[in-house]
């Protein structure tokens, strides 16, 4: 297990995260400190009505389950988010079915992530300024950990304190959405399913010196030092999809 960092210490090291990558890594620390094992960050934009998850960012979860949750569109049928998000507490994901009818779709999604043996975890939403609600989903592993509501409550706090930086430290770049070229988010969808310059030049059909120049570029517009604060900051602006639909 991870070092355990006291609720008190990590909103101090919140307040003082310049990068979203910091603060990302902070989340991981102190939830494995208290026995998590994967991760994941679901960031929604309830100012529009239907529209779908905006970008997920996740550790510990097996590869191929990533790429089929987000690539593949398993995020569509996934229940958990919208139940946490209409409910507004924090649940364990496995009682979703106790908590809302299920659709058929639904229940196909459960079954999936049953088999990839995800485990037991916690489902807590998030609220920000400008309705920029999220979800964390905090996975334990294959046993269901005998928490105290207590402790419950401490991981919703933290989970809270780190959305609220994450929405002070990206606010105000809205107006950036506007000045990303249609190509250049072709580049970033690929980058967010991780895959290396080179490797974007041979799919989307140009020179690596291309595509080095428009990660450059895109870089500056996010005002990014890495793919991963990039990524971050294109959750948070709605530029992996528009109009519902995933940009391609």
Known sequence: MAQRISLDDFARRCSGCTEVTELWELVIGFFRGRGAVRLSFHSNDFKRPGWPPLGVQAVGYPEDWTNRYIAGGLWRSDPI???????????????????????PQNQEYLDIASSYGLGHGLAIPLYGPNMFDAFLAV??????????????FEMQCAAQISHIRYCDMTRGSDRLVQNVSPRELEVLRWIARGKS????????????HTVDSMVRRLFDKLDANDRTTAVLKAVRLGLLYVDGKEVS
Do not use: H, M, Q, Y
């Not at 310059?197 to 140009?206: F, K, M, P, Q, R």
């Open 197 to 208: 310059n080179t490797v974007i030049a041979e799919i989307l059909g140009i020179s690596k």
């Open 139 to 152: 996975g334990f592993g294959p046993t269901r950990p005998d928490l105290l509501p207590s402790a419950i």
């Open 81 to 103: 988010p919208e139940v946490a998000r209409r409910l507004g507490r924090t649940f364990w994901w496995n009682d979703v079915g106790k908590l809302t009818k299920l659709t």
